[in-house]
């Protein structure tokens, strides 16, 4: 507390200030200056260290008389170098800049002396603070270079945690750490009162100055929570207290900047939260802060995260947004309710989650209440933008908000000013996406803020507004496409994806305007094609023609868009047939009807994919010769590159394969250093198929060795591309079965993996059986004896799947894996399947030499050599090396015994061809039985 003065002395210091005879003392010697200095120094002294306006200086000094603030800076100057003379090492006077001036006269002592220590409001521990270890050391780090720093962030964000765990490592240094809880205060007028009673001062009308006095003897942390709602008073006495004291710091917590001279500002940040297309394991889930801290909150209520519930956890902290008050919220309902049940209350409860049994403030006891307190401090033009903005599904820049937000009554000046008002106050994140600062609110605020726009009655022009935002987004999206390179435009259209899908829900499927809703999915076919979302793009484009139809729309241009997009998706995700060739027919007639070869060409390109597909090659050479007269049309190289390598896997349909590699090594060195921009002209990207092709034929025309090396380099590219259709189509075509053909399972195997993420990236479910199948064969080729059942099931969902993936060529790793695993009887099924099917199939050669293997597990072994022969002859005549040394080495097996010299003259002919490749399976298999031949 301030020593007792006489009433009309003013100690500071070693000075004594005689205030009724104007006379200023340093011990016994009398310290002289002029009138104008005495003056001030007088009106100084009244204020008793309070603040005094330049103002009241004027006054004081020359009552009556306009001078200018030269005056007054002069004049003070003169007292300071006259005070300084008596004690050179302390500063009295000192001021706030456009403020004014106050006399320090608190008593000076040893700072950090603990004898003087006041009986403080301890700092309530921060038990089991989990991930907030790097923001700690910042912010500690921070406070150890500025008194003042600021938590700024989110409610519920873990302001007050993280402030609580930075000041428990302060007592450290010899400093005192108070807490002053502003959260339970009304207004300005108990701010000071409240910081008195934390630090052990009884109130009373000059708190500030008992405060100073105090906190002038001591090395003091304090922590300033909850400061949003009490701001002005806040900065004040943050003000006073760094001008006032020197072993001071402040640490605060607020939702919003205080503005404090000397502020620094650290802004906290979610919990870091897996991104959307995380698949990993547990170890990899617990990496990340947002699912550590769940786990952790989780286990104590006797909850352990199961490897089948990874995927649910990761989507439960995006949804939740890594917010830690949401997340522990969440925990204590997953031991009771399993993590389906509280993935599924999320969607219907969100922000009536609540805390039980903890004490605590109020508003951290529920998310509502937390965000209805950051509600109320926000202004009327606050209010509205937040409600407008929760239209967002993600990030959104200020035009943005301005293009759904501003009208006659809410102009754009004032949704800027509001928007500056929401990112100080902590409403609003702001994030760096492509290079440029974006907005974005939690998720739990936008929910909050959308049942408000919807009470309000507000939605309907809101939506409105930001689905015609969507339709300018898109339409400059693909224009600019073809401009860009496809990373780049990528990272252009950010959250596109999102804004699209809210958009379309809003006019398409609630139908408040189904003609801006069909425009919207005709501009969303690029965007779905580049995210390989062709599932998607599906449901979207039927609904949408069902609507052209409905409301009597005559637009053609719109009616080509939407069904040359439908037939275009269709080729990898119909699973009936009777309707897909029907539609690619109609959008060819479409094509020529609106006379744009390159619509045509593209249409015919995924019509010739889909039959090579699904074995319906009837018509392709046809479908061909029409795809090169619209490709020439075109005049552009992508489009002959396109109708090129599709005769090419035509060739290789039929076994000729000379030709096939004839023309993929041609293609493959004009491609060399093509780019596409902006993602595959086609349905994939062409270079990374013509790579498939060329490894699988490498195989097939005997170099084994080159095909890995191709398969290699065909995945490395696919998965650069960061387009999820081709790298599906690249692996589950070509990339493993050319890896399996030359028996490199173990470098197979993580291909698989990446195949099923993609696959459940693009929500292409339907082609799951073919990662499942490469997985199953290649446990059985290496010795796994995996259960029967498992090989049967997967041949089941392939057979029985769409026919897009039907290809022979896994039916004949099928047989193969099942032999490998002592099951002939089921090998013999599919082989017959094959056969019924088709009396000359594709791969008759690997099937007849199968076919020959399941003969010789039944005993019957001249039936085996009947079979091998005629597998021998089939190889000779596709001129395919590799058939042809498995089909010699499996006949040159049943003469080992009894006829090795026979054996010897069946099977050198064929390893002979080879020239690389001998270190891979087939031919060291060949070379260690001519060796056992000699």
């Known amino acids: ?201 009884s109130p009373g009308r000059d708190s500030i100055q008992s405060i100073v006095s105090i906190l002038a003897r001591q090395k003091m942390l304090l922590v300033f929570d909850t400061c949003e709602h009490v701001l002005s008073a806040v900065a004040h006495l943050c003000d006073v207290l760094m001008a006032k004291t020197r072993n001071v710091r402040i640490l605060a917590t607020s939702r919003q900047l205080l503005r404090a001279r000397g502020e620094k500002v650290v802004w ?174 939690l998720d739990s605020t936008r929910a909050f803020a959308a049942t408000l726009r919807d009470s309000h009655g507000e939605t309907a022009e809101v939506a409105m507004r930001h689905a015609r935002l969507q339709v300018e987004r898109l339409g400059r999206a693909a224009s600019e496409q073809g401009t860009m390179p496809a990373d780049a435009w990528r990272a252009s259209c950010g959250g596109l994806i999102d804004e699209l899908r809210k958009a379309l829900d809003w006019t398409l499927f609630r139908s408040a305007d189904p003609l801006l809703g069909i425009k919207l999915v005709a501009g969303g076919l690029p965007l779905w094609h580049d995210r390989s979302l062709g599932e998607e793009a599906r449901k979207n484009c039927e609904r949408a023609l069902a609507e052209f139809d409905r409301i009597g729309c005559n637009d053609a241009s719109l009616n080509l868009a939407l069904v040359v997009g439908l037939a275009r998706v269709t080729t990898y995700v119909s699973a009936d047939g009777d309707r897909a060739v029907p539609l690619f027919h109609k959008a060819l007639r479409l094509t020529r009807e609106m006379k744009d070869p390159g619509a045509e060409c593209r249409v015919l390109g995924a019509l010739v994919t889909y039959e090579l597909m699904s074995g319906r090659s009837g018509a392709v050479f046809e479908t061909l010769e029409a795809m090169r007269e619209a490709a020439r049309a075109t005049a552009d190289p992508a489009a002959l590159w396109e109708e090129e390598q599709l005769r090419a896997q035509w060739d290789i349909r039929v076994c000729d394969f000379g030709s096939a590699l004839a023309r993929v090594e041609a293609l493959f060195e004009e491609m060399r250093d093509d780019a596409e921009s902006g993602g595959p002209r086609f349905q994939i990207h062409q270079r990374m198929n013509v790579e498939v092709q060329l490894a699988a034929l490498n195989w097939l025309k005997g170099r084994p060795r080159e095909a890995v090396r191709v398969a290699r380099l065909a995945a490395r590219d696919a998965e650069d591309a960061g387009h999820d259709l081709t790298l599906i189509h690249c692996l589950a075509q070509g990339i493993i079965w050319t890896l399996f053909q030359c028996r490199e399972y173990e470098a197979a195997r993580p291909y698989i993996e990446i195949l099923r993420s993609a696959i459940f990236r693009g929500g292409l479910a339907a082609w799951i059986p073919v990662a499942n199948c490469y997985d199953a064969v290649i446990s059985a080729m290496t010795g796994e004896s995996p259960d029967p059942e498992r090989l049967r099931a997967a041949y089941a969902d392939v057979h029985d799947g769409m026919v897009q993936l039907r290809h022979h060529a896994r039916y004949a790793m099928f047989a193969e894996a099942m032999l490998a695993n002592g099951q002939p009887a089921d090998a013999a099924r599919v082989i017959r399947d094959v056969f019924d099917a088709s009396a000359d199939p594709w791969g008759k050669p690997e099937f007849l030499r199968l076919r020959a293997a399941t003969e010789r597990a039944c005993g019957r072994h001249g039936e085996a050599e009947a079979t091998l022969r005629e597998a021998l002859h089939a190889a000779r005549a596709t001129d395919s090396p590799s058939w042809e040394l498995r089909a010699a080495h499996d006949l040159a097996m049943l003469f080992e015994d009894r006829d090795p010299g026979k054996a010897r003259r069946i099977l050198a002919p064929a390893f002979a061809r080879f020239g690389d490749g001998f270190e891979t399976g087939d031919l060291a298999s060949a070379r260690a039985l001519l060796a056992r031949l000699c």
Not at 31 to 55: F, N, P, T
Request: glycine letters at 8%; one cysteine or more.
């Open 1 to 201: 507390m301030m020593l007792a003065e006489p009433a009309e002395e003013v100690i500071f210091g070693p000075f004594r200030l005689d205030m009724r005879h104007r006379k200023l003392f340093c011990g016994a010697d009398e310290v002289r200056m002029g009138s104008r200095a005495m003056d001030i120094l007088l009106a100084l002294a009244r204020q008793k260290g309070e603040l005094v306006s330049k103002q009241q200086l004027f006054d004081a000094a020359w009552p009556g008389v306009f001078v200018q603030e030269a005056n007054l800076k002069v004049t003070v100057a003169y007292l300071r170098r006259t005070l300084r003379e008596f004690a050179p090492d302390a500063g009295y006077i000192n001021n706030i800049v456009g403020r004014g001036y106050w006399l320090d006269t608190a008593p000076r002592g040893e700072a950090g002396d603990r004898r003087d220590a006041c009986p403080v409001a301890p700092v309530p521990r921060a038990d089991g603070i989990i991930g907030r270890d790097t923001e700690i050391a910042h912010i500690a780090g921070a406070l150890a270079k500025n008194r003042l720093v600021t938590i700024v962030g989110a409610g519920g964000i873990g302001k007050t945690t993280v402030a609580q765990s930075v000041a428990s490592a302060f007592g450290d240094d010899g400093s005192v750490a108070a807490f002053v809880d502003f959260s339970r205060i009304a207004n300005d007028d108990y701010v000071a009162s409240s910081t008195a009673s934390a630090l052990g001062i």
């Open 268 to 441: 906290l940040a979610p919990l870091a939260i897996p991104p959307p297309e995380h698949v990993g394991g547990i170890d990899e889930l617990l990496r990340f802060s947002a699912p550590r801290l769940l786990a952790a909150r989780a286990a104590a209520d006797g909850y352990r995260i199961d490897e089948k519930d990874v995927r649910a956890i990761a989507r439960i902290c995006r949804r939740l947004d890594g917010c830690p008050l949401a997340i522990e919220l969440v925990a204590t309902r997953l031991a009771a309710k399993g993590v389906t049940a509280v993935e599924r209350e999320l969607d219907e409860h969100f922000l009536s989650l609540r805390r039980e049994g903890v004490e605590g403030p109020s508003r951290h006891q529920s998310l509502l209440l937390t965000l209805q307190w950051s509600y109320a401090l926000l202004s009327e033009d606050e209010r509205r933008l937040l409600r407008a903005i929760s239209i967002f599904a993600g990030a959104f820049d200020a035009e943005a908000a301005v293009r759904v937000a501003a009208d006659r009554d809410f102009p754009a000046v004032a949704v800027m000013d509001a928007i500056g008002g929401l990112r100080g106050k902590s409403m609003l994140c702001l994030d760096r996406l492509s290079g440029e600062f974006q907005y974005r609110l």
